[in-house]
């Protein structure tokens, strides 16, 4: 058995019959590329699958498994993972603005490049997830988990709370982050993110934002 024919591999198919068939005919054909665009695979086990550039806009994938799942370039804008299990999974470069991530396990993830507008990540674990050059823009993280994360040059405009864990969080990014505490929601930045997010543990620093690219004469 090659390692491609590893990666399609179903380990448990989803109860949504329409769903189900449009894996099983992705395993049959080699060299498919996979669409489940809206489709309802929730509660299925597709760790360790090659999922990379598959279609999956608006896929439901709530409580599914996805450990080890090679996302890479991967099309999850709108998609539902809340609850989703996607440790150690690649999502370098993966489009996932508009998703649902809420109570999803990250831990080890690597999120390298990848566009994340306004998702939806509260109560989320990204424990020793990378970051680097990620765009989390939009994002709300409050109760999100980011203990042992890495960032570099990451843009972390993100809603934030007292909730949300750091520490060990280490590296380089771009803010302004949102704060919300005590009722009160404030916009930060520069050295007071910094603050912030070091005085709960992580080790970061904060860049000040990319100049325009325009050279002076």
């Known amino acids: 058995?090659?390692?491609?024919?590893?990666?399609?591999?179903?380990?448990?198919?989803?109860?949504?019959?329409?769903?189900?068939?449009?894996?099983?005919?992705?395993?049959?054909?080699?060299?498919?590329?996979?669409?489940?665009?809206?489709?309802?695979?929730?509660?299925?086990?597709?760790?360790?699958?090659?999922?990379?550039?598959?279609?999956?806009?608006?896929?439901?994938?709530?409580?599914?498994?996805l450990v080890g799942t090679d996302l890479y370039r991967a099309h999850l804008e709108g998609a539902v993972l809340d609850g989703a299990d996607l440790s150690g999974a690649c999502l370098v470069k993966t489009e996932l603005d508009e998703a649902s991530l809420r109570g999803a396990t990250l831990d080890g993830v690597n999120l390298g490049s990848t566009s994340c507008w306004a998702v939806d990540a509260r109560s989320a674990r990204f424990r020793g997830a990378r970051l680097h050059g990620a765009a989390l823009l939009d994002v709300r993280l409050e109760g999100a988990d980011l203990t042992d994360a890495s960032v570099r040059e990451t843009s972390l405009k993100a809603v934030l709370d007292d909730d949300t864990v750091v520490r060990g969080l280490t590296g380089t990014l771009f803010g302004p982050a949102v704060v919300e505490g005590a009722g009160v929601r404030r916009e930060i930045g520069g050295p007071e993110l910094e603050r912030w997010l070091n005085g709960r543990g992580a080790n970061v620093r904060v860049l000040s934002p990319r100049s325009s690219g325009v050279r002076k004469p």
Do not use: C, H, N, Y
């Open 1 to 65: 058995m090659t390692s491609k024919d590893v990666g399609r591999i179903i380990r448990m198919m989803p109860p949504d019959a329409e769903a189900a068939a449009v894996l099983q005919e992705w395993v049959e054909q080699a060299d498919a590329l996979l669409d489940a665009s809206a489709l309802d695979l929730s509660g299925a086990d597709v760790s360790g699958a090659d999922f990379a550039m598959a279609l999956l806009t608006e896929t439901v994938l709530r409580s599914a498994r």
